[in-house]
């Protein structure tokens, strides 16, 4: 029985006085069944003296008269038992401990009001940023399309030059043509008019009057020169379509090589053509690739055009090439892969599907020159039941349906680089968006059981 009070005052700590926070001295249970300390309730209660109520610190119920205290002998005796559990230990007063935890808790209130302050230094400061950038973002909307404005009008100042050009040139060319016609035609009555006076003439049955008219008939004035007609049919103004098609031109070339500097990496994203949706989509960007033997491991054995890689049990009589993989069953394609193309792998076992830089280090080295274990190859893990990407040896898992054939999408200048399951339909299983700094070459990696296989499918 005395353990099992010992136990209680351990773990309830009624062995503590709750007015001074320390173990009970002389211990006193006052009606209500509370304890404290003798010294420290009769100090309580003096004050009450006045009041004639005396109440109970904790629960506050009332007394009266005032209780008289007797020296709960029992709990002194668990009290100095308790003592005994912690001697030889490092004790303090709880009002000791308290004043030091205290101080702790102060030192942890400020650190935790300085980091607070620092947050909101740096919340404000982000906050600047989104202003900032917003800011400049506004002004550079605002400041393009003054200039594009600037540039329309310009174009359109131009171009009403041009009409005002082409039309005053026009009625300066009328008119001369105009007058010169009218000169023709005035020629052309006067010669009518001289024919038909020596028609006249040229009947008439008297002799000396034939004589004394045909000198002043027959002579006739300047014809009007046929030099000075110059007809060009539909050429006039050839020269100006010519030289507004240069400045044309000009103003294309420009806009594509200045571009770039605008934002050449998210430009170059919005003007590239949107991925396609539908495997048809897919295959129109299809591109025929084929094994490179100078690559293959000695253990791969390439067939069906060099489109297919066989892992046999024997290596094979290789030549050797500098561009021979030594350390991985792995092989890479011939073709170097830029723009848009998409191609298919049908794989029977565990393979790895991947895209490499060409300078992929090829013998020694070993992770080095493994798919997806450094920063120049990014490789698609197809297990059994499950897929892994892989990039620099960091392994990311991927979620998907099986299935034997993996399609890949590669669209270099925009960065992106995808991996499908394909089957019946084709679903996403990894997209990858960064920047390509050279061509890119296909790649295959077979685990290394006898018989697995890995084959470039015939798109078209």
């Known amino acids: 029985m005395a353990q099992q009070g010992f136990q209680l005052v351990h773990e309830t700590g009624c062995g503590c006085c709750s007015i001074c926070l320390d173990s009970l001295k002389d211990p006193v249970t006052i009606p209500c069944g509370h304890s404290y300390c ?14 004639e109520v005396y109440s109970c610190p904790q629960c506050r ?3 009266t008269p005032r209780p008289v205290l007797v020296k709960n002998t029992m709990l002194a005796d668990l009290v100095e038992e308790l003592k005994k559990e912690h001697k030889g230990h490092d004790t303090v007063s709880a009002a000791a401990e308290r004043t030091e935890r205290q101080r702790e808790l102060e030192g942890s209130r400020l650190n935790i009001q300085q980091r607070i302050q620092d947050r909101e230094k740096e919340v404000k400061l982000l906050q600047q940023e989104v202003e900032a950038v917003n800011g400049s973002a506004d002004k550079a909307v605002e400041d393009s399309e003054k200039m594009f404005t600037e540039l329309i009008h310009l174009m359109e100042k131009r171009s009403s030059d041009v009409k005002q050009q082409v039309r005053y040139q026009q009625k300066s060319e009328v008119s001369r043509v105009k007058e010169l016609q009218e ?8 010669l009518k008019r001289r024919d038909a006076e020596l028609k006249l003439l040229s009947h008439t049955e008297d002799h000396n009057q034939f004589l004394h008219s045909y000198p002043s008939l027959s002579a006739l004035s300047e014809p009007t020169h046929s030099s ?3 007809i060009r049919p539909l050429s006039y103004f050839e020269d100006v379509t010519a030289a507004l098609s240069a400045v044309r031109d000009k103003l294309q070339d420009v806009l594509r090589e200045e571009w770039t500097n605008v934002s ?3 430009v170059d994203v919005l003007l590239s053509a949107a991925d396609p949706t539908t495997r048809a989509g897919f295959l129109k960007c299809s591109q025929e690739i084929t094994l490179d033997p100078n690559t293959a491991y000695t253990r791969l054995v390439l067939s069906e055009g060099s489109r297919k890689a066989t892992f046999m049990k024997q290596h094979q009589s290789y030549s050797s090439h500098p561009d021979r993989f030594t350390e991985w069953p792995q092989v890479m394609s011939r073709e170097s892969l830029t723009g848009r193309c998409y191609w298919e792998v049908e794989r029977r076992g565990g393979a790895v599907v991947a895209v ?8 020694g080295g070993v992770y080095e020159s493994l798919f997806g274990y450094n920063d120049k190859s ?11 990407f892989s990039y620099n040896s960091i392994i990311t898992p991927v979620s998907g349906p099986q299935s ?17 399951s394909v089957s019946e339909t084709m679903t996403l299983l990894h997209r990858v968006q960064t920047t390509f700094t050279q061509p890119l070459h296909a790649g295959v990696l077979l685990y290394c059981y006898h018989g697995t296989t890995a084959e470039l499918c015939k798109l078209k």
């Open 61 to 63: 119920k009332s007394f």
């Open 404 to 420: 034997s054939r993996v399609g890949v999408y590669l669209d270099h200048r925009a960065g992106i680089l995808s991996f499908y």
């Open 356 to 363: 490499t830089y060409k300078n992929i280090i090829r013998a």
């Open 183 to 190: 000169k023709l035609e005035q020629e052309m009555a006067e």
């Open 228 to 230: 000075s007609i110059n």
């Open 38 to 51: 003798m010294k420290c309730i009769k100090s309580f209660w003096d004050k009450d003296d006045e009041k």
């Open 378 to 388: 990014w490789a698609l893990i197809c297990e059994q039941n499950s897929y892994t």
């Open 264 to 266: 050449p990496t998210e």
